[in-house]
């Protein structure tokens, strides 16, 4: 910021007078809306022609509308459709638990205990066939089907 030379008086009223060169230059024309800032340091006053910002970080870049709030292209950008957050979680779960990572409590341990449930089912109903029989039985991995085994086994 630089001082352009220009000093006025305060009138009784507090107004001042925008030299006529400076109201062309940031074009302000009679009636418009100023807005007034103040540094840190409240010692500066600035003005310029109000122009409302960005709803979201009060840039002035590339504003366009979105439902009726201006909105700079940087943070439109920004609310672009992501990829589904809930499915990837889900599938991210989904992973922990059949490499057996994922604790017993929440929604995925009770799909674990269920899984519990149908391979003691399974085991049940054949007692002589093998993990990996198991596993095709239950559609799910033989390494899981392992993993649950010493579950089962932990519990008893
Ligand atoms: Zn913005």
Known sequence: MKSIGIVRQVDELGR????????????????????????DQANRLMFRKYQSGC????????????????????????????????????????TALESGEQSEKGKMGGKGANALRRLAEVMQTYPNATQGEWASQ??????????LIRKLDKKA
């Open 16 to 39: 001042i007078v925008i030299p006529i060169e400076l109201r062309r230059v940031m074009g302000m024309n009679e009636g418009d809306p100023v807005e007034f800032f103040i540094d």
């Open 55 to 94: 709803l979201f970080c009060d840039s002035m870049e590339s504003i366009s509308y979105f439902r009726g709030r201006q909105v700079c292209s940087s943070c439109l950008r920004d609310m672009a459709p992501q990829p589904d957050v809930d499915s990837m979680a889900v599938l991210e779960s989904e």
């Open 138 to 147: 239950l559609g799910i991995s033989q390494g899981y089907v392992s993993q």
